[in-house]
């Protein structure tokens, strides 16, 4: 969802609240219910809000397919005007330095709702998703958790370094 500028102008404080049915790389299993406010706070504009939503990805240890359930996530991003957006990276540069918001370009006069969700949603996913509480078909993680070397290894104990 875009939200032009000009109508959060007028109002100063404008809520939203729709469906996201499809993201970029995201294997979505119902839509993204999203709800949330956008205000003006002098050349800023904040974004904040929640979101809820179930995605399907695979399981790290066994490759099975695990539904993760990303209930009630909030977000939250601060859209800039083009310039100072550009100030900011140029200051990211030099400085070395960040501070605690997500700053985002406004382009078009428009601001992107659908990607600081998508951003957030990424963040709020497990880093190594996994089967709960154990994998059920543990075959495969059993056959290569002796204390013996790995078959699949076997090839790189025969490589010889010559100096």
Do not use: H
């Amino acid at each position: 969802m875009k939200i032009k500028l000009s109508e959060i102008d007028v109002v100063i404080n404008k809520k939203f609240d729709y469906t996201i049915s499809k993201l970029e790389d995201i294997n979505l299993i119902e839509d993204i219910v999203v709800e949330g406010n956008i205000k003006k706070e002098k050349n800023e504009y904040v974004i904040f809000g929640k979101y809820s939503t179930k995605i399907l990805t695979n399981c790290v240890r066994c490759l099975s397919e695990v539904i993760i359930d990303l209930n009630e996530k909030e977000f939250l991003g601060v859209a800039i005007s083009k310039k100072e957006y550009e100030e900011y990276l140029n200051n990211l540069e030099k400085n070395m330095i960040m501070d605690d918001k997500d700053y985002l370009e406004i382009e078009n006069d428009e601001i992107d709702i659908d990607e600081i969700v998508r951003q957030q949603l990424i963040l709020d996913m497990p880093q190594y998703p996994s089967c709960y509480p154990e994998c059920e078909d543990e075959t495969y993680l059993k056959k290569y958790s002796g204390e013996e070397t790995d078959s699949r290894w076997a090839g790189l104990m025969n490589i010889k370094i010559n100096n």
